[in-house]
């Protein structure tokens, strides 16, 4: 499924094409008022190192979330080269306490967004992996935007 940060992404990378070294980033909040989406919290941490893709999949507790919630996202237009981060990213809110990480729409034809964001000025790489899975390149890249 689609979601509107990795939409957001693909129209920065046809729009703003750029050099290696460099990518166009924005951020910002986007309330879905209506249809639903996928997401996921993360449970305790595994005692054993999860190899594949398909194991991140197991261990994660996935959720159908029906609006309203409210995500903070961010997007990237590219990979910048050497920095292995992912290109969109969202964490989201719905009822008195429940949040967790969104993946897409699962509902296309009903989803409402109302999204407020703003380009970066920066972007900063923080907590770079020491060792890359391969199965999933910037699995967990945590990417903090700066817009002054």
């Given amino acids: 499924g689609a979601d509107l940060p990795q939409l957001l992404a693909d129209a920065l990378g046809r729009c703003f094409p750029t050099k290696p070294d460099s990518a166009v980033a924005m951020g910002g909040v986007m309330h879905i008022s209506s249809g639903s989406v996928r997401m996921h919290v993360m449970p305790d941490f595994s005692r054993e190192p999860i190899r594949s893709y398909e194991g991140v999949r197991e261990w994660l507790r996935w ?86």
């Fill in 63 to 148: 959720f159908d979330t029906p609006a309203p919630l409210t995500c903070m996202f961010v997007c990237v237009s590219r990979d910048i080269q050497g920095m292995e981060i992912n290109r969109k990213h969202a964490h989201g809110k719905w009822g008195d306490s429940k949040g967790g990480h969104l993946h897409f729409d699962t509902t296309p034809k009903e989803i409402s967004y109302e999204v407020y964001c703003n380009v970066a000025h920066t972007l900063y790489r923080i907590d770079r992996q020491k060792q890359v899975p391969d199965y999933n390149k910037g699995a967990c890249a945590c990417v903090c935007m700066c817009v002054c």
